[in-house]
């Protein structure tokens, strides 16, 4: 296989660090042999390569953006391009470390009591232990607020009732971090696999991220001590808080998957003749090969100044909303047309697009909504909310 190069048509890779260039390339090398050579296999038998769990950790792809114990605190630009280039290869990759750093290491070194932090946050960033983050239910998704789950008070303990579905990494974790209706509003606890009521189940008949473990998380009566709540997380805003640390890394991620696909069509393009000419050669394709490099060179620049503004402490939530919108709708677009340039050989796994399409109509829905970025940008600029 060819060395991926990048796509970079405004040289905005002059603007990184030398820091931030090493990590890319580190990212890059792990994709191209680690990953996908075993990446069709995955996504053929529904299963994740869980063997690459401990290089994703001894890297630091875990977490990099997270302050704590054991994190490797490398800043949030960086996060952004290993999120870029673990998507090129894989958006279930993405969600794996998006899941691992943004949803359960953040909130814990954010709400967690010391001894939370201290205890979790050094395996989760070394990939010793694997966490997901229990927000959605059957009957609420992009309205997390009507959550049914309980969580009552027992003594110096709580008792946890109810279910959440559509849990990246569900039957894998060993630590969910799970938001439920307390007495005070909205709380976080932290559950580990093996407490009695606590299940996990198998979401099967996937046609999109099967690469990616997806499932129902169910707590029946599930007795917990005080020491599992998240002392720090009050209300709402703290699990949509968590959110924009990962809606953060999917911005940077779809454009990976989009640049995989542009990279997959253009090279296809190049070699593949009719007419007795490649198919580069046709004006029809060259503009649908310029439609995708633009459109992917706009969201690159979005990104890096979004990172820009992260590692500043400037984190407003409507601007992440803008560039997850816009940068997935944006992928799910090349992913579409490269399947097109790519002809009948697009519908075979043989080549990457029609894997990234299919990946992204999950990544469009999970994390908010494109509908629901449409009305947080919407409620910013015109001062009205219009959710419900
Ligand atoms: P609303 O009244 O607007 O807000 C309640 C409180 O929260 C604050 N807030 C936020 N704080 C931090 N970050 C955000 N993004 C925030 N959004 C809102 C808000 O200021 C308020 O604070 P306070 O102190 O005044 O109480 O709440 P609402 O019920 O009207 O809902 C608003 C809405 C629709 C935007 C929100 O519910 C929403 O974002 N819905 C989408 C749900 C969603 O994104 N779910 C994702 C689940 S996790 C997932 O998909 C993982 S996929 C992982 C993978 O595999 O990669
Ligand atoms: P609904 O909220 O029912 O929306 C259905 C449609 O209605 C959408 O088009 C939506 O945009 C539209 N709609 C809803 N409300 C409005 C409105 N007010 N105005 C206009 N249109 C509206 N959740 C977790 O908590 N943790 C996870 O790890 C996780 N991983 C996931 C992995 C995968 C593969 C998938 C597919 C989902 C995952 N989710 C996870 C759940 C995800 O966050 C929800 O699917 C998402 O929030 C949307 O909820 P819903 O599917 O119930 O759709």
């Not at 000419?277 to 706009?298: C, D, H, Y």
Request: hydrophobic letters at 40%; a negative charge; charged letters at 20%.
């Amino acid at each position: 296989m060819a060395e991926y190069r990048g796509v970079d048509f405004y040289r905005l890779g002059d603007a990184l660090s030398d820091e931030e260039r090493g990590v890319r390339a580190t990212v890059r090398r792990f994709v191209d042999r680690s990953f996908l050579p075993v990446v069709r296999e995955h996504f053929a038998s529904g299963t994740f390569p869980l063997d690459l769990i401990p290089e994703l950790g001894s890297l630091g792809l875990l977490g990099p953006a997270v302050e704590g114990p054991g994190c490797p605190g490398l800043g949030y630009t960086v996060y952004g391009l290993i999120c870029e280039e673990l998507e090129r290869g894989d958006s279930g990759l993405r969600s794996f470390a998006s899941v691992q750093g943004s949803l359960v290491m953040w909130p814990i070194a954010t709400f967690g009591s010391d001894e939370q932090k201290r205890r979790w946050l050094p395996e989760l960033a070394a990939g010793r232990r694997i966490g997901c983050f229990g927000l959605t239910e059957a009957d609420h998704g992009s309205d997390p607020g009507g959550m049914e789950t309980t969580a009552t008070p027992d003594g110096d303990g709580w008792i946890l009732h109810g279910s959440k579905l559509w849990i990246t990494n569900a039957n894998l974790a060993d630590v969910a971090v799970v938001w439920a209706r307390g007495p005070e509003g909205v709380m976080g606890f932290l559950v580990e696999r093996g407490t009695p009521g606590f299940s996990a189940n198998p979401i099967h008949g996937k046609w999109s991220l099967q690469a990616s473990d997806t499932g129902e998380l169910v707590f029946d009566e599930v007795k917990l001590p005080g020491s599992a709540r998240l002392p720090g997380a009050r209300g709402l805003r703290a699990p949509l808080a968590c959110l924009n640390e990962a809606r953060y890394g999917i911005a940077w991620g779809a454009v990976g998957a989009a640049a995989d696909c542009y990279q997959t069509a253009l090279d296809y393009a190049l070699a593949r003749k009719q007419f007795d000419r490649p198919l580069a050669s046709f004006q029809l394709v060259q503009q649908k090969l310029v439609g995708m490099l633009t459109e992917i060179t706009k969201a690159q620049a979005l990104c890096l100044q979004l990172g820009r503004l992260k590692d500043r402490g400037i984190n407003e939530v409507p601007l992440v909303s803008l560039a997850k919108r816009n940068n997935v709708a944006m992928a799910l677009d090349c992913a579409r047309t490269a399947r097109d340039i790519l002809g009948a050989a697009g519908i075979t796994d043989e080549f990457s697009p029609g894997r990234h399409l299919a990946n992204l109509e999950s990544v469009k829905t999970y994390e908010g909504t494109h509908d629901i970025h449409t009305l947080i940008v919407g409620a910013e600029i015109t001062g009205i909310p219009s959710f419900r």
